[in-house]
């Protein structure tokens, strides 16, 4: 039993949700529109502000279903009311980040400078010249291209340098000790 995909979603007021026939799934918020295809095994309801999705069997793949989509519509009425964002930050002697129109120029050690334009949906803020704010309304794709950034660089074990997470702890190793 999914004890996810059997948890009601609340929907805010300023929210409007479509659920076509085909189980095609339309938010629209005030911070722009998502959509997503649900499953035809699952039934979606609404009623009284309050989302439930429903299986017709009990197969195995059904229950599996069951909780992933609940957590995607979940996950778009966020982003269209809230947004999300991730935090990144660079460590490192002359490694930072600087926002030009909607590129993002990165200098992290290389013979030439990295220069990343934004997708459609997400928008990047360089606060200072090591930090860097990746937000959409999208979960999935503001998390995919702040990886996408932390890949160019991933943090090193020995000194910490590179991109990484805000929020992330890097395990450090001990170097060589000579004699």
Avoid: C, W
């Amino acid at each position: 039993m999914s004890r996810i995909g059997l948890m009601p979603i609340e929907i805010p007021s300023g929210v409007e949700i479509k659920i076509s026939p085909e189980n095609f799934v339309e938010v629209k918020g005030p911070k722009g529109n998502l959509s997503q295809q649900v499953a035809n095994e699952l039934e979606i309801k609404i009623e009284d502000n309050v989302l439930t999705l429903a299986r017709t069997a009990e197969t195995k793949t059904q229950k599996s279903l069951h909780g992933l989509y609940r957590t995607l519509i979940a996950n778009m009425i966020e982003g269209v009311t809230n947004g999300y964002s991730k935090e990144l930050e660079i460590v490192g002697t002359g490694y930072r980040a600087a926002k030009n129109g909607k590129t993002l120029a990165l200098t992290l050690g290389f013979s030439h400078p990295l220069d990343l334009e934004d997708p459609e949906g997400i928008e990047t803020e360089v606060p200072g010249p090591n930090k860097i704010i990746v937000r959409g309304i999208d979960k999935q794709a503001v998390g995919q291209y702040a990886a996408k950034i932390r890949s160019y660089r991933k943090p090193e074990p020995y000194k910490g340098k590179g991109v990484k997470y805000v929020d992330e702890h890097i395990i450090r190793k001990v170097g060589k000790t000579g004699k």
